[in-house]
């Protein structure tokens, strides 16, 4: 079975090239999209000359916002595009701080055997407590997430006007500020956002590994609910629920497993997900039912990487 990494990368391109490296094989194909605000010739410079690579097209291509609808938007892109290009097997997400914590041999055999089943995260929402903080989630639902400030990566979540959370001083002052800044959008927060009756909401990490079969059933599925991609738009961490809900709504639980992504979101002290460094190794080691781990960073720590190569690149 053929193997096609999905890899959504925005900066390191010797990163990236590591990445590939490590998971280069007969059996597997890699489908890169380069974020849209970045240059995509440093990339093609170090993974050229090399037959299973296929770097997304810029009519393709999205300028990502982390959080909001475009990297959504970028995956349904490279969904259509897989689609064109008749691609079969199965399809893994990962970024360019991934890494494989098994052998890429181990994991083509490993998804081979499995050709049918669904590599998806399936938590129910509202979430149990302590899982996606004191809303259990339905913030991301009910509330609308808007860009505001300057950065290219900040997300801010507005309650609507109905919601008692609307009348705090924190939440009146960022509204002020929306206003000021967007008060079209500002109109927004007199509409309660109402989350699609055909579908029950799923959420989970975005790192999966889907059967080409159930992209195009994902697509399938587009094409009849025109009105999902617009509610979703208003999404905050949209990339965690949208194609969730989508798959745990198509197959039974039994067709669905978790993702085969390792991130420790539980760390004291730090900025999470936690990046990892050498001294992680042996917890990276320990995760027996995972096949990759994120995230890792080599202008932070280098050596990791490495490390992971001596371990398991044998």
Known sequence: MIINYLLLVHKNPKQVEKLVNALDQEQVNFFIHVDGRKEIEPYQAVLKERKNIYFIPESFRVSVTWGNFSVVDAMINVMHFLKQNEVEGTVMVLSGQC??????????????????????????????????????????LEF???????????????????????????????????????????????????????????????????????????????????????????????????????????????KCKPSLMYTNWKRKNCTLPVTFAKDDLDELMQQDDKLFARKFDIEYDDEILQLLDDKVLV
């Open 144 to 254: 609308y997430g808007f860009k505001i400030y300057g950065s290219d990566r900040v997300i801010t979540k507005f309650p609507h006007v109905y919601h008692k959370d609307f009348y705090t001083l924190y939440n009146l002052k960022k509204v002020a500020k929306l206003v000021s800044v967007k008060p079209k959008l500002a109109l927004k927060l007199f509409t309660k956002r109402k989350f699609p009756k055909y579908i029950e909401p799923y959420g989970g990490e975005l790192w999966w590994a889907l059967p080409m079969s159930t992209i195009l059933e994902i697509l399938s599925f587009l094409d009849k609910h025109p009105d999902y991609i617009p509610y979703h738009k208003d999404t905050v961490s949209v990339s965690e629920i949208f194609f969730h809900s989508i798959v745990h709504s198509l197959f039974p639980e039994e």
């Open 99 to 140: 890494y494989p914590i098994k052998n890429s041999k181990e994991i083509v055999r490993f998804l081979t055997n499995n050709p049918d089943i669904n590599y998806i995260d399936r938590f129910e929402m509202p979430t149990e407590e302590g899982i996606w903080g004191k809303y259990r989630g339905m913030d991301r």
